[in-house]
């Protein structure tokens, strides 16, 4: 078993490496026993932006777990903290792609947020949107992406909550977030800014809710390109899981690497009680 060490925090991706869907990884109970046992603190940080911290909780008590609102990180939740650094929340309008998990951090932050084919205009100087978030959202229809687009082209900022590609899910591996990201850059020639990962932003501000350092902080993912590249541009260290979209055959074209490559979260579960008991 490989040995982990230093570890006081640990930032937990949830998709391919909690769940898959609505179907629990094995060994999800245990290991959320164990890092309570051992008081390992940990932030669930989730570049999904459709639920909010409350609905995961809903969502993990239903697979037998029982955590806090305050242990869930979602791109949602980062965007929303991210932009009230950047701009006057009172004072800003934002047109959301997506649903509560990335509509309710913005309202709850103080953001205006407006409607389909509220666009600013020479007519309509206060019309509109300045910013354009984009998250995952499965009631996507053209009227959202023709009024992001609109508003985009009209000079509005634009956001991605996260630039996921393609999503585990039960039913297999689908589109993300990322591919919607990608058609309205093509429509409007813009590219976004990604607050998820692997931007640091979201790993930075797990760091502060956990209290860590970087050098006794730990990333678990499943993701090369964003949870495992995330940890490399912050700083700390990270252990890929092999349940969701990476393979152990993709880190041999890697140019970077997580710290340690295990299977699953049982696997981690019974590193964790070697190391710390």
Same mark, same amino acid.
């Given at each position: 078993?490989?040995? #982990?060490?230093?570890?006081?925090? !640990? ?16 060994? +999800? ?11 390992? %603190? ?14 995961? &909780? ?6 037998? #777990? ?9 791109? $949602? +939740? ?8 950047? &701009?006057? /929340?009172?004072?800003?309008?934002? @047109?959301?792609? $997506? #649903? ?6 913005? %309202?709850?932050? $103080? @953001?205006? !947020? ?25 009631? +996507? ?8 687009? +609109?508003?985009? %082209? ?43 990962? /692997?931007? /640091? ?16 902080? &730990?990333?678990?993912?499943?993701? !090369? ?6 940890? &490399?541009?912050?700083?700390? %260290? ?40």
């Amino acid at each position: 078993m490989q040995s #982990v060490t230093n570890i006081r925090g !640990l930032i937990i991706d949830m998709d391919g490496v909690l769940w898959h869907g609505t179907e629990a990884i094995p060994g +999800l109970i245990d290991f959320f026993q164990t890092l309570n046992d051992l008081n390992i %603190r940990y932030i669930l940080a989730t570049n999904n932006a459709s639920l909010t911290p409350a609905q995961y &909780v809903i969502k993990l008590a239903k697979m037998g #777990v029982s955590i806090t609102e305050d242990k869930i990180l979602t791109s $949602g +939740l980062a965007t929303a903290l991210y932009l009230s650094e950047e &701009v006057n /929340p009172k004072n800003t309008a934002v @047109f959301v792609i $997506g #649903v509560d998990g990335a509509t309710q951090p913005l %309202r709850e932050m $103080g @953001f205006t !947020l407006t409607g389909l084919y509220e666009i600013k205009d020479a007519q309509h100087p206060n019309k509109g949107a300045d910013i354009v978030v984009c998250g995952k959202d499965e009631t +996507l229809s053209w009227d959202k992406l023709a009024t992001a687009t +609109l508003n985009i %082209r009209a000079g509005a900022r634009f956001i991605g909550t996260n630039g996921d590609t393609t999503l585990p899910t039960e039913h297999g591996v689908t589109h993300g977030n990322g591919a919607i990201l990608a058609g309205l850059e093509v429509a409007t020639g813009i590219k976004p800014t990604i607050i998820g990962k /692997p931007e /640091p932003i979201m790993y930075q501000q797990a760091m502060t809710l956990l209290g860590t350092k970087p050098q006794e902080t &730990v990333a678990i993912g499943d993701r !090369l390109e964003t949870d495992i590249l995330g940890a &490399v541009r912050t700083g700390i %260290r990270s252990i890929m899981v092999l349940t969701g979209i990476s393979s152990a055959e993709d880190l041999k074209t890697s140019d970077y690497q997580p710290t340690w490559v295990m299977q699953d979260i049982i696997a981690i579960t019974e590193a964790l009680k070697q190391q710390y008991r």
